[in-house]
């Protein structure tokens, strides 16, 4: 079945800066790529997800990569504020069926 | 348009108790999935049901779990017997398509 990595497993910026979190997935079949924001105690939150047939997504300070190649894919969080901290993961869809299959999490702290 | 709602929000059983957690999915959504999380860890799949089906249950354990999505009223995930181990947070996800959107989830704390 379907395998998802994902690094780093915490990270640190200052506030302004760039937040880059990376994942791998296992199976080629795959094609539906999200992306979830959890606060301490709450719901993962859809933030942005992207299908296999484009390359890149933008909204805001926020875009996801897919290269299907490599099957690695990427969210990028721009300009970086103290509210972007927290756990984000990836996950991508497994072989069979809507079932989402999700990576370990990245802790992100954001410094003022 | 009321989001996916779970309950109870937590839930305490000592060992050998029997846990019942519910989920309402989103209206107009027929697919419901449950996965559990432990204390700084991912999001782990347990099953995916449709109305009265089972669709994939792959990530169950084989023995004191099971769960149901009866044609009226909630989905079900049922606990029997709880152990230690069985203390997590529990989400519930709904979709109609492909978008996934979870629940509060509910906290299982077995003494």
């Known amino acids: 079945g379907e395998n998802v990595e994902q690094h780093p497993s915490t990270l640190s910026v200052q506030e302004g800066d760039s937040a880059v979190i990376k994942c791998t997935y296992s199976d080629s079949a795959s094609n539906y790529f999200p992306w979830y924001k959890q606060e301490l105690g709450k719901r993962p939150q859809l933030i942005i997800d992207i299908r296999s047939n484009v390359g890149e997504k933008k909204d805001q300070r926020i875009a996801v990569t897919l290269n299907k190649t490599a099957k690695h894919f990427s969210l990028h969080i721009t300009e970086t504020q103290p509210e972007d901290s927290a756990v984000y993961f990836c996950a991508a869809t497994g072989n069979q069926g809507g079932k989402l299959i999700f990576g370990q999490g990245t802790e992100l702290s954001v410094k003022p | 348009n009321a989001g996916v709602m779970q309950n109870p929000r937590h839930l305490v059983r000592r060992r050998g108790q029997e846990a019942r957690l519910r989920c309402s999915p989103m209206k107009g959504h027929s697919h419901v999935y449950w996965y559990r999380q432990l204390p700084e860890e991912g999001l782990k799949f347990m099953v995916y049901?449709?109305?009265?089906?089972?669709?994939?249950e792959s990530g169950m354990p084989k023995e004191r779990f099971s769960a149901e999505f009866p044609k009226e009223g909630p989905s079900i995930l049922r606990i029997q017997q709880v152990v230690r181990g069985d203390s997590a947070a529990y989400f519930c996800?709904?979709?109609?398509?492909?978008?996934?959107?979870f629940g509060s989830g509910t906290q299982l704390s077995v003494l």
């Open positions: 996800a709904s979709s109609g398509g492909e978008k996934l959107f």
């Open positions: 049901l449709q109305k009265e089906n089972i669709i994939d």
